[in-house]
């Protein structure tokens, strides 16, 4: 059913009156589940992981103003850092003039590897495992008869040869699966285990390591934004200036190491919230992101940022997003369920692109801040909130002390305890 992401005064409503809102807006009357403590039963949690003692709650929120391939969406982001949630709804709002953002993505392509050693003859080993190569990929297909029936399964080998590491020779095969829905580790992973003894035969040498690579870097999404100059302009500075400090600061990130880290994590402070939010593998895809940066040899920026014939700026990116609406947490956990129902996603591909989409409005919440009155004003601005809830604010101490700090331009958390008691009498 369509809806409108844009939800107008949303962030002047309690947070009640929001579950309310949502709730009626989406026809999700789960949402509700959001508003009771341990949403997440212990032992839910028990089965997950080892040694539980119980359950850490972070933030879950809504990024508003989303259109993805025309398509709105309201984006469920689980996050502790101050004026993330803001900014890309904000992106998001500026991008819809534009059209919003538009997105494409690979097939879900991931890589098993299997470790070969041992070998007196690497180059002729190598062609000898391609040579049976529809016979390694018969045996890993016969794992998982139900991602064969779903269109999945092994797809092709490939086979790398390393004459001269510090080891002696060594060979690297490669299975490539289509996961389909899935993240795909366990199913890769098990298939890797099983055609490890086919390969040690045909090979002479031993098998060791049988494992996925988080470098999915046939597993691409990729979103693309458009944005006039009108869109971009300030009290301050004209939309054609800030574009200009926006082309200035991502060239920095192109060039430099330094600043193309700090550039990246903006970039993930978007994509990562999203990705906890639906249960999937935030560490895998930051370490197949920071994997991508560099696979030139240099680490460089995750996005890209021009001005077109007709001064728009104009965004994009392109990067692995090994996600999943299947296995794992993203069945486990019921508001990873909830998140995917409200995004209401019927691909990982999808889920993938929207991911990028998010990943790409917050990196331009954070350039169009360089490039105007810096990072720290907006960010300093929210921040206060955190300060104000530190030195012991509640209700509406809150946003009282929150005004005070920011209308003195002193967020400091000292001078907060000294507000709060002038106030209290104290």
């Not at 390591?209 to 458009?226: E, F, P």
């Not at 206060?384 to 809150?398: D, P």
Request: contains cysteine; negative net charge; hydrophobic residues 45%.
């Amino acid at each position: 059913m369509p809806i409108d992401s844009r939800l107008p005064e949303f962030r002047n409503l309690s947070p009640r009156q929001r579950l309310d809102q949502l709730a009626a807006l989406l026809q999700l009357p789960e949402l509700q589940h959001l508003a009771e403590p341990g949403a997440l039963p212990l032992e839910v949690a028990n089965g997950m992981i080892e040694n539980v003692l119980g359950t850490f709650e972070l933030p879950y929120a809504l990024a508003s103003n989303f259109v993805v391939n025309g398509r709105e969406l309201l984006v469920p982001m689980v996050v502790e850092e101050p004026s993330i949630v803001a900014a890309a709804s904000y992106m998001a709002k500026l991008a819809r003039a534009g059209g919003g953002f538009r997105t494409s993505s690979s097939a879900p392509l991931m890589r098993a590897q299997v470790q070969l050693v041992g070998l007196g003859d690497p180059f002729n080993a190598r062609l000898a495992l391609l040579r049976h190569k529809e016979e390694i990929l018969e045996l890993a297909n016969r794992k998982d008869q139900l991602l064969n029936s779903l269109g999945g399964g092994c797809r092709d080998l490939e086979v790398h040869c390393f004459a001269d590491s510090p080891r002696g020779p060594m060979l690297v095969a490669h299975l490539i699966v289509d996961v389909r829905d899935a993240m795909g580790a366990n199913t890769v992973n098990t298939m890797a285990e099983a055609v490890a003894p086919l390969m040690e035969r045909i090979s002479g040498g031993q098998a060791r390591l049988r494992i996925l690579s988080n470098l999915a870097d046939l597993r691409l999404a990729r979103a693309q934004v458009r944005i006039a100059p009108q869109q971009l302009q300030s009290r301050d500075y004209s939309g054609e200036a800030v574009i200009e400090g926006i082309l200035d600061a991502y060239c920095f990130a192109a060039v430099d190491p330094y600043r193309a880290a700090t550039h990246n994590k903006g970039i993930m402070n978007g994509i990562d919230p999203l990705i906890v939010a639906t249960g999937n593998d935030w560490r895998a895809v930051e370490a197949g992101a920071h994997a991508y940066a560099c696979r030139s040899g240099h680490y460089g920026s995750l996005t890209t940022w021009e001005k077109d014939a007709e001064g728009h700026l104009v965004g994009s990116i392109e990067m692995p997003m090994p996600v999943g609406l299947v296995g794992g947490a993203t069945r486990t956990h019921p508001l990873a369920q909830l998140s995917l129902r409200i995004l209401a996603v019927q691909s990982a591909q999808e889920l993938a692109e929207i991911a990028v989409a998010v990943g790409l409005a917050q990196n331009l919440g954070a350039l169009r801040a360089l490039a105007c009155e810096g990072i720290q004003r907006g960010h300093m601005a929210l921040h206060a909130r955190n300060i104000a809830l530190v030195a012991g604010a509640r209700g509406e101490e809150v946003d009282w002390l929150a005004r005070c700090l920011v209308e003195a331009g002193d967020v400091r958390a000292d001078r907060a305890v000294e507000l709060l008691r002038e106030r209290r009498g104290a």
